[in-house]
């Protein structure tokens, strides 16, 4: 099959200049690649005057709504997938993370958006810096979308899983993304991207996907695109110097190799729970997907005295898997990639077995393998090596075997084990098995660092843990230095990464129409009705309303006490209140003032406003004595749809006494009826 590439709104084929992708499995052709012919200027161009235009003209909860789109869509079609994708050497259940997880990932940020980012065009980031004393000049960061394209550079191991989790950050952002999926798999990403086209989903320009090289498209970079790219240290560091991308200050994400580490705590002993868990997940770790996995366990750090244990332990839950054609069900364990790949894990295990010792396994040796060949295929037996001074060696932290090869290291305090998992020099994940708190906590903190996410495993959390080698969508995925320098593609951040963060100064009012935010200083444009009868879609940012006011008496406080039963003694007894260097006498509860302010502008008819979502950012600045009395300023600062029935509105509450100053403020946060949803009494049963 002759893979194309789809460029400019059309499916391209290349004339010559292929090369030949082996199955994994049985070394039958499956895929020729090429790119030879393209033109990489017009692809820029499309990206960056069609497809950017188009995002652009969407606001981030309609691009949202793109990636959710298409992920039911893929997930009604995502069998054939799976059958394409045994011949990268993957079982089922390796595949499952590849291609539901992909799927799994456009679902939680599609849905993280939603909730996270508005409506609109632009996002704020942080809140208004008041910068003059007059009121009248203020900034505020704000976040836009680049002009240029997202260059997706993906690695082999997870074609689809690789390949999603880039797009949809991209595309929420508002940013087109050029795809280019590592060649010795391409024919999976392939596969899903023509459903991705099929689909009619994503507007034209906002997907464009190269088989084969990437030609001269890095030299043609500017300021304005962005690289993600995963795959070895080695390539990223040769691409991070093409000369437009340092010229240009290109942003260049990497997710790279990682010597990734799983400590087992001094205190497990063989019968503990964290023993077992720790050899199962190591076990795991090396077997699926063979091992090829950027967050896989290359380095387990277990104490002197349970070396040999652990060991053992392994040795006999490795004995257990079954390796063989990942399309028979016997079997456990699939094949690496390719034979070219198999040389290369080979080589890397030469190099490590300089300071290591081969405990388990015969790289060299072929395997028995079930309902296959092979020779024809790329199978290769776990691998376990073991090195007892690893504060002594090198390359035990810097070599990354990229297959099903793990290196057992002795370590002798637990100062001795952070510094042996910090060798890594920056990694993706760590995983530490400990059951005693004070072990637990100071190797988190020891590791921290080094490493972009770590894994607290013990007996509690055991049967929910996500496992060592998942990386979560919402959660960082990336690490620091040899990892690929601490940018992370997980969670809300990935979208911002292209975007870019620009502060703006002027008046509140143009900070307000910028942000499209309501802040204090901004106009206030008087509401037409009380705000709680109006629609979703009738309040309007920058609506205010003023309540009437309301005088606080002793005789309130007193059964505001006898009735919560808070009868702190700020509110009850004069003498003691007097001694708080905060108050001149017995005041008003918070919670008082709080209700007082809610009875001051509710209204007690059924109508738009359906609940009360919570307060944010409350603070009570100024005492409320008895006697003080109080009122409320109501103003719109932000909306944010939620569903077809309802959405979120952001209200700006401030709670004045009677002189005018400040007693509260707190943003109110309500579910709003649409106005084609307003309950009214007789539509309720
Ligand atoms: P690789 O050989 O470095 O290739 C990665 C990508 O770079 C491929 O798409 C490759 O394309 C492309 N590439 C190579 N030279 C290029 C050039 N001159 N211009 C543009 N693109 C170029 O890595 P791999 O073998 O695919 O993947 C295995 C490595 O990825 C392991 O080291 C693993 O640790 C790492 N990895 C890291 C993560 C992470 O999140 N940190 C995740 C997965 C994998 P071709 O295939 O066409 O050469």
């Known amino acids: 099959m002759k893979l194309r590439s789809y460029v400019a709104g059309t499916w391209y084929e290349a004339p010559d200049g292929f090369t030949e992708v082996a199955s994994a499995v049985d070394g039958r052709p499956v895929a ?25 003209a969407l606001t981030f909860h309609q691009r949202a709504e793109l990636i959710k789109r298409l992920a039911l869509y893929l997930n009604e079609r995502k069998e054939p997938f799976y059958e ?67 260059v997706h550079i993906n690695a082999y191991n997870f074609p689809s899983w690789g390949m999603l ?21 391409a024919y999976v990403a392939y596969a899903v991207f023509q459903d991705i ?83 199962k997940e190591l076990a795991r770790e090396i ?78 040796a072929a395997p028995a393998v079930v309902d296959g060949d092979v020779n024809a295929g790329a199978y290769m037996a776990p691998v376990v090596l073991r090195c007892d001074r690893p504060l002594t060696s090198a390359r035990v932290h810097s070599v990354e075997a990229f297959g099903p090869v793990t290196t057992l290291m002795a370590y002798d305090s637990i100062d001795e084990a952070i510094e042996i998992a910090n060798r890594g020099e920056g990694s993706l994940v760590a995983s530490i098995f400990s059951y005693d708190t004070p072990t637990a906590d100071a190797l988190v903190l020891g590791i921290a660092p080094f490493h972009g996410r770590v894994l607290v495993v013990d007996r509690d959390d055991a049967k929910e843990q996500t496992g060592h080698g998942t990386p979560l969508a919402p959660l960082v995925h990336g690490g620091p230095g ?19 963060r620009t502060a703006v100064q002027g008046t509140p009012q143009r900070i307000a129409t910028v942000s499209g935010v309501w802040n204090p200083g901004a106009t206030e444009t008087q509401s037409p009705g009380h705000p709680f009868e109006r629609s979703f879609e009738e309040l309007k940012v920058g609506e205010t309303f003023y309540t009437a006011s309301r005088e606080i008496t002793i005789a309130d406080i007193e059964r505001f006490a006898e009735f919560t039963g808070d009868s702190f003694y700020a509110h009850m007894d004069e003498a003691a209140a007097k001694a708080s260097p905060f108050f001149e006498g017995r005041v008003a509860h918070g919670y008082l003032v709080l209700s007082f302010a809610a009875g001051l502008f509710v209204r007690s008819e059924l109508g738009p406003v359906l609940a009360n979502y919570g307060l944010e950012d409350l603070r009570f600045l100024k005492p409320v004595y008895p006697g003080d009395a109080i009122r409320v300023r109501l103003t719109v600062k932000a909306k944010t749809p939620r569903k077809p029935e309802y959405g979120e509105v952001r209200w700006s509450v401030t709670v004045f006494n009677q002189n005018d100053e400040i007693a509260a403020t707190y943003d109110l946060l309500t579910m709003n009826a649409t106005s084609a949803h307003v309950p009214a009494l007789e539509t309720v049963s």
């Not at 797009?167 to 999926?181: D, N, R, T």
């Open 197 to 279: 086209i099929a689909s009619g989903i994503l507007p034209e320009g906002s997907v464009q996907f190269i088989a084969g090289s990437f030609g001269d498209l890095l030299d043609r970079l500017t300021g304005q695109d962005v690289v993600s790219f995963t795959g070895s240290a080695q390539t990223a560091t040769k691409l991070q110097r093409t000369p437009a991308i340092a010229q240009n200050s290109v942003r260049f994400i990497a997710e790279q190799d990682s010597l990734n580490a799983a400590i087992l705590g001094p205190d497990v002993t063989i019968e503990a729970p964290e023993f077992e868990l720790f050899v």
């Open 482 to 500: 040899r990892a690929g320098g601490g940018e992370e593609m997980g969670g809300i951040r990935g979208v911002f990464h292209y975007m870019q």
């Open 287 to 364: 077997t699926t997907k063979a091992g090829q996995r950027c967050t896989c366990i290359r380095r387990a750090i277990v104490p002197r005295r349970m070396i040999d244990a652990v060991q053992g332990a392994l040795a006999a839950r490795l004995d257990k898997f079954v390796l063989g054609n990942p399309r028979s069900e016997k079997v456990t364990m699939g094949s690496l990639v390719s034979q070219g790949q198999r040389d290369d894990v080979r080589a890397a295990v030469a190099q490590l077995a300089q300071e290591a010792t081969i405990v388990y396994g015969d790289p060299a």
């Open 165 to 185: 989790e880039k797009l949809a950050p991209a595309i929420i952002a508002g940013v087109p993304a050029i795809v280019k999926p590592a060649t010795q798999s």
């Open 32 to 56: 020729l690649v090429s790119s030879a012919g393209l033109n990489f200027q017009r692809v820029l161009d499309h990206a960056r005057t069609v497809g950017g235009p188009a995002l652009r």
């Open 84 to 150: 394409v994708a045994f011949d990268t050497g993957a079982t089922r259940k390796d595949n499952f993370v590849d291609i539901d997880g992909g799927i799994m990932t456009l679902f939680a940020f599609a849905s993280k958006a939603r909730r996270e980012l508005p409506d609109a065009c632009v996002a704020v980031d942080g809140a208004i810096e008041p910068l003059s004393k007059g009121g009248t000049f203020a900034a505020r960061h704000i976040m836009t979308p680049l002009h240029g394209a997202a």
